[in-house]
Every structure is written in structure tokens, then in C-alpha cells.
């Protein structure tokens, strides 16, 4: 690197070249100098006076005492005083009622819609028919009733959820926990093959309504139909969570089903679960009445 004079400008050259140019040693400009370290100035002036620096497990307040979390919470909370009164008409209203109004329809519709898909569809899905493992809630087929109120009761004690007041429905294992022999879970399996209108095998669904008599009818109805009540699925519908194919059937006699939907009471408002409910049933339930 070797410094030289550049007769055209009069200043020395820093050394540098890249492709013939040269580059000149010309000093930063006063005004850029003063910005920079008006900038610095600033950024000091910054730190002392508002929030700005992590310190472990808090941060420095800063001399003004300035806090956004606090102006963001007063809006929430200015937020929440003006939409009491709106909010009133689905805490304090017949639910059954407010499901068949339009006007509800119509201004809650968006906001339920959005608390669907933030908190449900991602078991239920976007269309709420469901998956593998998770009901469909569009078929009209509910194993607690789908009015609007027993919705909401579900959506907020949950189903074997831990919570104290939950919905509680569990398939034993038969097979697994030893109550039935093979044979035995083979010839239920081909009962409910019969009772759903599948193909089976005439010989073993006869032994096997004996047997689904003496251990499963309790539950799930002599004729299959299932129980409001207890929250027995109907065996002789289109409605499967698990599955009904011969196989399907045979895996959940044998080890049993125990499906968990979470409480909402105490993470949602009570406004934000009639919400939720009224969705449900507009988008569900009417839409399988259709």
C-alpha cells in the first residue's frame, strides 16, 4: 500500500486501489460529523430517560418513568368498558335464543369465527368436520346433544379434562385389560359390522350380540344407538371419530378410547365461550340440518 498526491484534487491518496481507482484520503464533512454525534447524543439522552437497557430478569426504567405496557393495558381496559354493553346481550341472553337471531348472527359472526380458528381448528379444522380422532362437528352427530347450551357446558368443563364439573366418557379396553377373550372381541367386532349395516360375518356378529348385550349395551343402547346421557357414540350411523372400518373397530374394542377436549372456563370469557358455542352451531349444526 503506498500513499501518493493526486495533483487534481491536491489531496494524498489513503493507499487503497481496486481496478486503477484510486481512493483519496478525504475528510468526513462537518455537518456529517455533527449529526453523528448529535445521533450519539441522542441515543444517551434516550437510555437515561425512557426504558432501554435488559438488566437479568428486569430492564432500566428510565428517568421519565415511561411505560407503553401501561398506556397499551389502559386501552384494553377502555376497549373492554365500551364493548360491556354489547358484550351483555351474550352474557345475559336465552342462548337458544341468540342462535336463531340475525341480527346476533350477523355482529358476532366475524369475531366467533377468528376465536374458532385461534383455539379449535386446529383439532376440529377450519371447516369443523374434523379428523381422525377428533369429531365432526357439521354431521348432526353429538354425543351430548348439539343445542346450543350443552355446546357451551361442553366448551367449558371440557371432556375428561381434569376440570372438576367435565364431561367424562371413556371406551374400556376390553381386550387389553383382559375382560374379553379374542374370540370374544372378534365376534363384537362383526355385531357392530352388523348393527352398522357393513359386511360381516353372519355366525360370529350373532355370538357377538350376546356378548355386546352383557358388556356394551349398558352404554351404548341394546340397539347400538348410543346415550345423550353418557356420551355414547351411536353404533349404527355414518359417524366414526376413530374409524369404522373391520379393523378400526376391533382396535378400539380391544384397547379401549379415552378422547380429551380441554376446558375453556378460565382461559375464555364467558363471553368469548358463547361465542364459541353460537359458532359452532351456526356453521355445524344448521349447516347439518340443511
Not at 10 to 33: A, F, Q, Y
Not at 164 to 187: C, N, P, S, T, Y
Not at 249 to 254: A, C, E, L, V
Request: glycine share 12%; net charge negative.
Amino acid at each position: 500500500m503506498q500513499v501518493e498526491f493526486d495533483e487534481v484534487s491536491g489531496r494524498n491518496t489513503t493507499g487503497h486501489e481496486w481496478d486503477g481507482i484510486k481512493e483519496l484520503d478525504t475528510p468526513v464533512p462537518w455537518p456529517t460529523r455533527w449529526a453523528l454525534w448529535l445521533t450519539i447524543l441522542f441515543a444517551i439522552g434516550y437510555w437515561l430517560l425512557y426504558p432501554a437497557w435488559p438488566v437479568f430478569s428486569d430492564f432500566t426504567r428510565g428517568a421519565l418513568g415511561y411505560s407503553s405496557r401501561e398506556l397499551v393495558l389502559e386501552k384494553v381496559a377502555n376497549a373492554a368498558d365500551s364493548q360491556a354493553d354489547t358484550l351483555a346481550v351474550l352474557v345475559d341472553g336465552n342462548l337458544e335464543e341468540l342462535a336463531g337471531d340475525p341480527e346476533v348472527h350477523a355482529q358476532f359472526e366475524h369475531a366467533a369465527g377468528v376465536l374458532y380458528r385461534d383455539n379449535c381448528a386446529m383439532c376440529h379444522g377450519r371447516d369443523l368436520k374434523g379428523q381422525k380422532g377428533f369429531p365432526n362437528l357439521t354431521d348432526g352427530h353429538w354425543l351430548w346433544s348439539g343445542l346450543p347450551e350443552e355446546i357451551e357446558y361442553t366448551l367449558q368443563v371440557g371432556i375428561n379434562s381434569g376440570h372438576e364439573d367435565e364431561r367424562a366418557a371413556e371406551m374400556l379396553a376390553f381386550g387389553a385389560q383382559g375382560i374379553l377373550e379374542k374370540a370374544d372381541v372378534r365376534a363384537v367386532t362383526h355385531h357392530v359390522l352388523a348393527i352398522s349395516g357393513q359386511e360381516h360375518d353372519g355366525e360370529l356378529a350373532s355370538t357377538g350380540a350376546t356378548i355386546f348385550e352383557e358388556n356394551c349395551a349398558g352404554c351404548h343402547g341394546d340397539d347400538g344407538e348410543g346415550g345423550y346421557e353418557i356420551g355414547a357414540p351411536s353404533l349404527i350411523d355414518e359417524a366414526w371419530i376413530y374409524g369404522g372400518s373391520r379393523e378400526a373397530i376391533y382396535r378400539t374394542i380391544w384397547s379401549g378410547r379415552r378422547g380429551v377436549m380441554p376446558f375453556w372456563s378460565g382461559r375464555l370469557t364467558d363471553a368469548e365461550i358463547r361465542k364459541l358455542a353460537l359458532y359452532v352451531h351456526w356453521n355445524g349444526q344448521e349447516r347439518s340440518d340443511d
